[in-house]
C-alpha cells in the first residue's frame, strides 16, 4: 500500500531563511499530491495541488516540486516569518482513491 | 463563506460510554469526510459520503464506529463503546467534487473535536 514519508523531527530555521520540507511516497506515482498547513488546535488548511505532469507550482512565497523519477515533493517557503511556523501536511490519493497524509513537519521559525 | 463547523469542540468520556460528533459542512459541498487523527500522526481517513451515500468506510471500526449523512448535508459521528485508544481529534472535512473521482478537490477542515477517553 502507498506510504508517505516525512521527517517527523521539527524544522527549525531563522527569520528570512528558506525552509525546505520533504515529502517522499513509496509505490506508485499519485495523479498530484497536496499540501496543507496545521496550526495547533485547528484543523488542515490547504495550500497548493500538484499534479503529476508538473514539475513545479507557486503561490505567492509557497513553491512546491514534484519529482516522479525520485518519489518525491518538496516544499519551500522563502522569505520564511515566525507567523509560518506551523505543521505541514503532504497528502496525496492511494490506490482506492483516498486522500492519506503523511505525519507532518513541524516548522518552527524563529526571529 | 461559512466554513465547515463541528461540535463538540472538546469531549471527555470515560471508556465503554458513547460519543457522538456532528458536522456541518459549507453548502454546496457533495463530498463529506471524517477523519480520525492521533496526536503527533497525520489525519487517518474514517469514512468517506458522497452526497448521502457512502463511497469508502473500509478504516471505520463498525463494530463500534457509525456514521450517517442524512439528506446529503450535516453528518454525525458516533462511538459506542469508546475505547481507550479512541482519544484522538476527529476532523470533518467537505469538498466540492463531484461524480465518483470525488477526492480529485481540494478539503476544508472544522476545527475538530478533541476527545479524551479515560
Known amino acids: 500500500s502507498q506510504k508517505i514519508e516525512q521527517n517527523s523531527e521539527a524544522l527549525n530555521i531563522q527569520e528570512g531563511k528558506t525552509a525546505t520540507l520533504t515529502c517522499n511516497y513509496t509505490?506508485?506515482?499519485?495523479?498530484?499530491l497536496q499540501w496543507y498547513r496545521q496550526d495547533p488546535g485547528r484543523g488542515p488548511v490547504f495550500l497548493l495541488l500538484?499534479?503529476?505532469?508538473?514539475k513545479e507550482k507557486r503561490k505567492e512565497r509557497l513553491k512546491v516540486t514534484f519529482d516522479t523519477t525520485l518519489k518525491q515533493s518538496l516544499f519551500h517557503i522563502t522569505a520564511s516569518q515566525p507567523a509560518d511556523s506551523a505543521t505541514y501536511l503532504c497528502?496525496?490519493?492511494?490506490?482506492?482513491?483516498?486522500?492519506?497524509f503523511g505525519t507532518g513537519t513541524r516548522l518552527q521559525v524563529f526571529p | 463563506e461559512a466554513g465547515v463547523a463541528q461540535s463538540p469542540r472538546y469531549k471527555i468520556i470515560e471508556k465503554r460510554q458513547s460519543v457522538a460528533f456532528w458536522c456541518n459542512p459549507i453548502?454546496?459541498?457533495?463530498?463529506l469526510y471524517w477523519y480520525q487523527q492521533i496526536l503527533g500522526q497525520g489525519p487517518k481517513l474514517l469514512i468517506q459520503?458522497?452526497?448521502?451515500?457512502?463511497?469508502?468506510d473500509s478504516q471505520l471500526p463498525k463494530d463500534r464506529f457509525s456514521a450517517e449523512r442524512l439528506k446529503g448535508v450535516d453528518s454525525t459521528l458516533k462511538i459506542q463503546p469508546a475505547k481507550l485508544e479512541d482519544s484522538a481529534v476527529y476532523l470533518c472535512?467537505?469538498?466540492?467534487?463531484?461524480?465518483?473521482?470525488?477526492?480529485?478537490?481540494?478539503?476544508?477542515f472544522g476545527s475538530g473535536t478533541q476527545l479524551s477517553v479515560l
Open positions: 500538484i499534479r503529476e505532469n508538473e
Open positions: 497528502a496525496l490519493l492511494d490506490n482506492t482513491d483516498k486522500l492519506i
Open positions: 453548502s454546496g459541498h457533495a463530498t
Open positions: 459520503f458522497q452526497n448521502n451515500g457512502v463511497v469508502d
Open positions: 509505490n506508485y506515482s499519485p495523479a498530484y
Open positions: 472535512a467537505s469538498s466540492l467534487a463531484h461524480g465518483t473521482s470525488a477526492t480529485n478537490e481540494k478539503l476544508f
